[in-house]
C-alpha cells in the first residue's frame, strides 16, 4: 500500500500534484490532485499530434474513426477538445452508405455507435472526492451543431462512469453509462440520473463542481447546485473530460480519498530464457514471418516476406521490391524468390499458406505472386503450377478495383472433397469469397461479408468443411445455411470449439467488431448471446482461471473505446474487466495471446508490453527480447510448439535477427 507520496512531478513533465498518509492498518488515505497541462517539453501549444494524445495518467481513450489522428490538443492554459464526435458521425454515414450501395442499417450503427471524445486522468483507487474545472463550449457550430461537453467521474472504462454534461439543449445532465449499452438513434448510450435547466452559451466559461461521498452525488455549476441524486452502482474511479464537438477544458483538481482495494496474488510464472537466435539478411523495409516445415524434417523452417511498402486502390501502385527467403534455424538460406513488382497483401500484409494441397505427404506453398496465385514447392521454392487471381466483383466490393485482384487479402485451405487433398479460399478486403480446388479450379465464389479471416471447419462431420464469412455459414458448394444478419464484420474471426469438452457442446465466438462478442450455436445458427461491449477486436481461448471450470476467453476493444479487456468464463459471463496500458500509437500492436507459462499449465497472456495476469492484466513477467514477439495474421502473436527447445516458445523479432525465448521455472 501506498504510504506517502507529495510534490511528484509526472513522467512527461506536466504538472500533478497528488500525496496523502496512512499507517499499515488502514485502507484509506488522502490525496490531491492537480493536473494543469503545461508541459515544459512538447510540441508547442495548440500543435495537433500525430497519435492520441497520452502521458503518465492522462490518455485519451480512442480515435472515433480515424486511423491516425488525435482528437485533442494542448492549449496554454488548459486542454482542449480539437475533434468532433458530430462531423465523424455524418462523415461516416456517408462513406457506409456510398461505399455500401445505400447499407442504412450499416451507416447507422457505424454512426450512432461513436463514442465521445474522452480524455481520463488520474487512479482507479479513488473513491469519495471533489472535482473541479472549468469548459467551454466551442464558440461556432462544427457539422452544424453546438457542443455538448463535460466532466466523467468514478470513471472505470470509456463505457463504464457517471458524467456530469451540459447539453446543447440547455440542461446540465446527470448521466450514468452502463457497459453494456450502446448509442442509438434518439437513444443515448447512458441513463439520465437527473437533469435540470441551464442556459448555455457557446464561447462561455462554466465552473463546474463534482463531489461524490458514498452512494451521494452532488453537481455544481457556477457555484450553485443543480443536480442531487443517490447511485450505488460504481464507489471508485478516475476522472475524464467529455465533448461531442470542440470545447477547451481548464486545470483539472481532485481532492478526497482513495481506497486500496485488496488484489488476488499475481500468478507465478516461467522465466523466459534465449534459446536460439538467427541472423537475418539486412532490410530495410517491412518483414512478415512464418515458422513452418517446407523440407519435411519434422523441424521448423523461417519463411521471410521483405517489401518496401504496402499499397492497393483504384490502380496499381508504383513497383516495389521484395523478396520471400525461406531460412534454415541455422541462418543458411534454402530459396528466395524476388521479381515482385507489386505490394504483396492488402489490409492483412503479406499472405501465404503452408499445407500438402497434392496429396503426396509434403508440404507445398501457396502465395499471391503479382496477378496470379502460385503454388511452389516448400523445399525448394520452384513453382509447380499457378492461376490468375480473381476478377473484382463490380457490384459488390469491386468498384474501385477495376482490374484483377492485385494481390488475395486472405488465402487458407479449406477441405471441399474428403477423398481428395484440401483446396483453397482467397478473398478480398472485406465483400467477396472464391473457393478452388486442389488444382486451383475456382469451384465458385460467393458475395459476402467475409471479415477478416473466415474459418473453414466441418460443423457437421460430413468430411467436408463449411466456411463461416463473418456471421454467415456456407457449405461445401457455397450455399447459404444460415445468417445471423448483422452489421459489421468479424474482426478475429471465430473459435469453433468448447469451453467445457463433455458438458458443453462447441461454439462459435466471434469477435465481431461494432456488433460486440458473438456466442453462436454452429448447426442452428443460433445466437446464443451477445455482449454489446465495444468494438470488440480480437479474442482468445485458454485456461486462464484455474479456479474455474472448463476454459476461459479474453477479448478485448479497439478503435472506439479501446483496450477494454474483458474475461469471460465458459457461459460467458464476465469474470473481470481492466484496461491495457497504452502504446505509442493508442491501441495499436496490443494483441493478447494465450501463453502456457503458468503454474500447474495456467495460460497467462503475451503482449507486447511482457506476459499479463488475465485477470487483472498486472505484469508478470516484463517485456523481453530484443523486439517484439512476432504477430501471426489473426490479432494474436506467434507461440510455437513441437520446436527443438520444447513447446510454447516464443520468437521475438527485432532488426535483422530473430530470438526465440522458451519458458524456465527457477
Keep these: 500500500m501506498r504510504t506517502h507520496r ?95 450501395y445505400g447499407g442504412a442499417s450499416y451507416a447507422h450503427i457505424r454512426g450512432f455507435r461513436m463514442p465521445w471524445l474522452t480524455l481520463y486522468m488520474g487512479e482507479e483507487a479513488w473513491a469519495d472526492y471533489t472535482l473541479e474545472t472549468t469548459i467551454t463550449p466551442a464558440l461556432k457550430p462544427t457539422a452544424g451543431e453546438q457542443t455538448s461537453a463535460g466532466v ?88 475524464a473530460l467529455l465533448a461531442d464537438n470542440p470545447a477547451r477544458f481548464g486545470p483539472v483538481r481532485v481532492s478526497g480519498e482513495l481506497e486500496h482495494r485488496p488484489l488476488p496474488p499475481l500468478p507465478r510464472s516461467a522465466r523466459p530464457r534465449l534459446v536460439h537466435e538467427v541472423k537475418l539478411p539486412p532490410f530495410a523495409g517491412e518483414r512478415t514471418l512464418w515458422f513452418e516445415d517446407l523440407d519435411g524434417d519434422g523441424t521448423f ?14 490502380k496499381p501502385p508504383a513497383p516495389r521490391k521484395g523478396a520471400y527467403r525461406a531460412l534454415k534455424l541455422d541462418g543458411t538460406q534454402l530459396w528466395e524468390i524476388t521479381g515482385f513488382e507489386y505490394p504483396m497483401g492488402q489490409n492483412n500484409g503479406p499472405l501465404l499458406a503452408v499445407f500438402d494441397i497434392n496429396g503426396d505427404g509434403r508440404n507445398e506453398v501457396v502465395l499471391p505472386f503479382g ?99 463473418s456471421n454467415t455459414l456456407l457449405d461445401a458448394e457455397g450455399r447459404l445455411l444460415w445468417d445471423l444478419g448483422l452489421e459489421d464484420h468479424a474482426d478475429n474471426i471465430v473459435l469453433h470449439r468448447s469451453l467445457d469438452p463433455g458438458n458443453q457442446p462447441a461454439r462459435f465466438y466471434i469477435a465481431h467488431g461494432e456488433a460486440g462478442m458473438l456466442e453462436v450455436d454452429p448447426l442452428a445458427g443460433r445466437l446464443r448471446s451477445r455482449g454489446n461491449l465495444g468494438h470488440v477486436q480480437a479474442i482468445d481461448v485458454g485456461r486462464f482461471a484455474p479456479n474455474q471450470p472448463g476454459e476461459q476467453i479474453v477479448a478485448y476493444t479497439k478503435w472506439r473505446e479501446d483496450r477494454i479487456h474483458y474475461l469471460f468464463d465458459k457461459d460467458m459471463k464476465i469474470l473481470s474487466t481492466w484496461v491495457g496500458p497504452v502504446g505509442p500509437s493508442g491501441a495499436e500492436g496490443w494483441y493478447v495471446t494465450a501463453l502456457r507459462w503458468g503454474e500447474n499449465g495456467q495460460d497467462l497472456l503475451l503482449t507486447s508490453k511482457g506476459i499479463l495476469d488475465p485477470m487483472t492484466g498486472r505484469v508478470v513477467v516484463p517485456a523481453f527480447g530484443e523486439g517484439e514477439p512476432v504477430y501471426r495474421n489473426n490479432w494474436k502473436w506467434i507461440v510455437l510448439d513441437h520446436t527443438p527447445w520444447g513447446s510454447q516458445v516464443v520468437p521475438v523479432h527485432g532488426g535483422d535477427k530473430i530470438q526465440f525465448y522458451a519458458p524456465q521455472w527457477q
Design 6 to 100: 507529495k510534490a511528484q512531478i509526472c513522467m512527461a513533465a506536466f504538472v500533478c500534484l497528488y500525496f496523502g498518509t496512512a499507517s499499515s492498518g488502514q485502507t484509506r488515505a488522502k490525496f490531491e490532485y492537480r493536473q494543469d497541462f503545461h508541459p515544459a517539453s512538447a510540441p508547442a501549444a495548440g500543435q495537433r499530434t500525430t497519435y492520441p494524445l497520452h502521458f503518465d495518467d492522462v490518455c485519451e481513450s480512442n480515435k472515433l474513426s480515424s486511423w491516425s489522428r488525435s482528437n485533442w490538443m494542448l492549449t496554454g492554459d488548459g486542454v482542449a477538445a480539437a475533434g468532433s464526435r458530430v462531423e465523424q458521425i455524418r462523415q461516416r454515414e456517408e462513406s457506409v452508405a456510398r461505399e455500401y
Design 152 to 239: 466523467a467521474f468514478r470513471y472505470q472504462n470509456a463505457r463504464q462512469y457517471y458524467a456530469l454534461l451540459l447539453t446543447k439543449d440547455g440542461r446540465a445532465e446527470l448521466v450514468f453509462r452502463p457497459q453494456d449499452r450502446e448509442f442509438e438513434a434518439g437513444q443515448p448510450a447512458w441513463e439520465i440520473l437527473g437533469a435540470a435547466p441551464l442556459k448555455v452559451t457557446p464561447g462561455a466559461t462554466y465552473k463546474v463542481r463534482v463531489s461524490v461521498q458514498g452512494d451521494r452525488i452532488v453537481c455544481d455549476v457556477d457555484g450553485k447546485t443543480l443536480i442531487e441524486r443517490r447511485d450505488t452502482r460504481l464507489s471508485w474511479g478516475k476522472v
Design 301 to 314: 523452417e523461417i519463411i521471410v516476406c521483405e517489401q518496401n511498402g504496402l499499397g492497393h486502390g483504384g
Design 371 to 469: 496477378f496470379e496465385i502460385q503454388v511452389r514447392h516448400a523445399a525448394t521454392g520452384k513453382l509447380m503450377f499457378s492461376a490468375p487471381t480473381p476478377k473484382p466483383n463490380p457490384y459488390f466490393g469491386g468498384r474501385k478495383s477495376p482490374y484483377e485482384l492485385l494481390v488475395p487479402d486472405g488465402i487458407r485451405p479449406i477441405r471441399i472433397n474428403p477423398n481428395r487433398p484440401p483446396g483453397l479460399y482467397v478473398k478480398d478486403s472485406y465483400q467477396n469469397v472464391w473457393v478452388y480446388d486442389h488444382l486451383l479450379n475456382l469451384l465458385w465464389h460467393r458475395p459476402a461479408g467475409t471479415g477478416h479471416w473466415p474459418l473453414p471447419v466441418d460443423v457437421n462431420g460430413d468430411g467436408r468443411d463449411e466456411l463461416l464469412c
